[in-house]
């Protein structure tokens, strides 16, 4: 290895995520050490003269350096950790004082942890991190933690798409157009926050298997065209509109832009998904926005988001932000960004706990505003555990844990009731 490591210029996606976490846990998994953790962060840290992993994220400049013996201080062992309850843990871990690296791994009693800044990469590598700190016997998993996008990713995916696809550059514009709000669509009905960000609360629930069956059951023969993605959106908003909460139309979904590059680039990390607010109406189907986000995908307009955004950073000098303890005034409908990472087969090589508990994976991603509830969603075991967050002055805690139940105990009912 060499003494030194170059230093990484990074993109404007990354910078405008350098402040943000993002936190997960999965568990419970037996096995669990943390010098085995130790010992493949130092296999991952050392695998690369330039390990993605190994970033120090800085929203205030373009270069970065990289951390060295990330394992000395990055991973914690906390054996009598409460984790009855996933997303308690996760808002614990956004809570605890001190300061923190760009990369905390913590292992709690039989789940494992990760909190990472979010400069490092979306939730991709937060996933491949947690099933190679959980268990990597054979070192294959270590080295794909230091796999970074290359530099010229975002322009190579946005000449890909369009020199094979040179009509989609026009489906873009009209897309944008079709789903971009309307004056008229603005809330007139406004309120204040103060100091939000401490207000910040994760809360989890989980479907089982049997209901995650006849959630698919009821899909494959009433909601034709429909993607695991899309009952989530649909089934999200259902469940909070149930419990009488206002929900903006436009919904905030996630996509994931490596789909524009080779099939090479596949496993390499970086931030490189978009999230995308389309106009969804109370009366959309399952199959209705699982038609919009083909037709989204289809017009490359995740890449084209994450092209302007670059071409934006050059224009602009400087970035002014706003304190987090300053007074916001927000509309006062909740605004929904949805997640959705479906099955995880990355996890098959791990042995889980057998006592009743099932297998999971829950994770908190930064809401952007106080009026808005962030929803990751993820299926391990054929169950699949749904963790909302958000600010809870915003909205109350019982309205969230009372959505989540209805989802997770009465899927299908409520998706019959938003059929036309």
Known sequence: MPSSRPTYRSTAMDRAFADGRIIAVTGPSLGLDPEATRATLTDAENSSPTPRLALEPRSDSR????????????????????????????????NRSGTRGSLEVSICGDYLAVDFSHGLGDGQLGVMMMAAFSSDPDGSLAPGLAAGLPSRATWTALRRHYATRPSAVRDFWRLRGAHKRKPAQESLHTRTIENWTTAKVSKSGYMAPARVSELKKWATTEAEGATSASIS??????????????????????????????????????????????????????????????????????????????????????????????????????????????????????????????????????PDGPDGVTMLIAELGGGRTYTASYCSTFVDDAIIESALARLCTDPVGLLRAVRP
């Open 233 to 366: 959106v649909a089934l999200w908003a259902a469940a909070l509109r149930a419990e009488n909460v206002a929900v903006d139309e436009h919904i905030m979904i996630l996509f994931n832009s490596r789909r524009y590059l080779g099939p090479e680039y596949v496993g390499a990390h970086g931030n490189f998904a978009v999230g995308i607010p389309l106009h969804l109406p109370q009366s959309s189907t399952p199959g209705d926005i699982a038609s919009t986000m083909r037709a989204v995908i289809d017009s490359g307009w995740p890449i084209a988001i994450l092209a302007m955004s670059e071409i934006k950073a050059i224009l602009r000098r400087s970035y002014a932000k706003v304190p987090d303890t300053a007074a916001v005034e927000v509309p006062r409908a909740l605004r929904l960004a949805v997640s959705d990472l479906g099955k995880l087969p990355m996890f098959g090589h791990l042995k889980w706990a057998e006592d009743g508990r099932p297998p999971q994976l829950a994770a908190s991603l930064e």
């Open 63 to 94: 270069q970065w350096n990289y951390r060295r013996s990330l394992a000395d201080t990055a991973v914690h062992h906390a054996p009598d950790a409460d984790t009855a309850d996933l997303g308690k843990l996760l808002t614990d871990i956004r």
